[in-house]
């Protein structure tokens, strides 16, 4: 990503008014390349709780790892928080008849941010991630190949992740919570 388009402030600035900021295009085409291989050679553990959740949960793989906690990225992260970031992340593979429920509680967090690996991806699978406080949705974050999605959001705010229906076939949203 070409971080010099955008001064801090103004991304911080959105990032403050709308609660979320979403940077397309995150990474080099390289770069997504080897992290988007690497997910794919990720120890895999499936998780499934009935009527709770269905995803697979994925051993974070060394370069993404590495990524996590380089100087760059943290100074990145700080900068638009204007917090330091803890990070505790979480990478998840959703794919066709998986999904998360609202009362899920199986997901620590909180969390300031996804790293989104999904392949290309349609409106129409189902698979967005819903922001849900005091009984209202705040907002939708669809699976966007090579994105990084920032949040800052009221306390007691939920999330799921909608049911990927038929329509994805052999599709996966992946997504980094961290």
């Given at each position: 990503?070409?971080?010099?388009?955008?001064?801090?402030?103004?991304?911080?600035?959105e990032?403050?008014?709308?609660?979320?900021?979403?940077?397309?295009?995150?990474f080099?085409?390289?770069?997504?390349?080897?992290?988007?291989?690497s997910?794919?050679?990720?120890?895999e553990?499936?998780?499934f709780?009935?009527?709770?959740?269905?995803?697979?949960?994925?051993?974070?793989?060394k370069?993404?790892?590495?990524?996590?906690?380089?100087?760059?990225?943290?100074?990145?992260?700080?900068?638009?928080t204007?917090?330091?970031?803890?990070?505790?992340?979480?990478?998840?593979?959703?794919?066709?008849?998986?999904?998360?429920?609202l009362?899920?509680?199986?997901?620590?967090?909180?969390?300031?941010g996804?790293?989104?690996?999904?392949?290309?991806?349609?409106?129409?699978?189902g698979?967005?991630?819903?922001?849900?406080?005091?009984?209202?949705?705040?907002?939708?974050?669809?699976?966007?190949?090579?994105?990084?999605?920032?949040?800052?959001?009221?306390?007691?705010?939920r999330?799921?992740?909608?049911?990927?229906?038929?329509?994805?076939?052999?599709?996966?949203?992946?997504?980094?919570?961290?």
């Amino acid at each position: 990503m070409d971080t010099n388009l955008f001064s801090a402030a103004t991304l911080r600035n959105e990032l403050t008014t709308q609660g979320f900021l979403e940077l397309p295009d995150f990474f080099t085409t390289d770069q997504f390349a080897l992290f988007h291989h690497s997910i794919h050679e990720a120890k895999e553990t499936p998780s499934f709780s009935l009527g709770l959740h269905a995803y697979t949960l994925l051993a974070i793989p060394k370069p993404i790892t590495s990524f996590l906690h380089s100087p760059g990225f943290q100074s990145l992260l700080t900068s638009l928080t204007k917090n330091p970031v803890s990070l505790h992340p979480l990478l998840l593979r959703f794919t066709k008849g998986d999904y998360t429920l609202l009362h899920d509680t199986s997901l620590p967090g909180p969390f300031t941010g996804i790293l989104d690996f999904s392949d290309t991806w349609k409106e129409a699978f189902g698979g967005y991630i819903s922001f849900i406080c005091n009984n209202t949705e705040l907002f939708r974050k669809m699976p966007r190949k090579n994105s990084l999605f920032l949040f800052s959001l009221p306390e007691n705010t939920r999330f799921f992740v909608k049911y990927i229906n038929s329509l994805a076939k052999d599709k996966e949203a992946c997504f980094l919570f961290f």
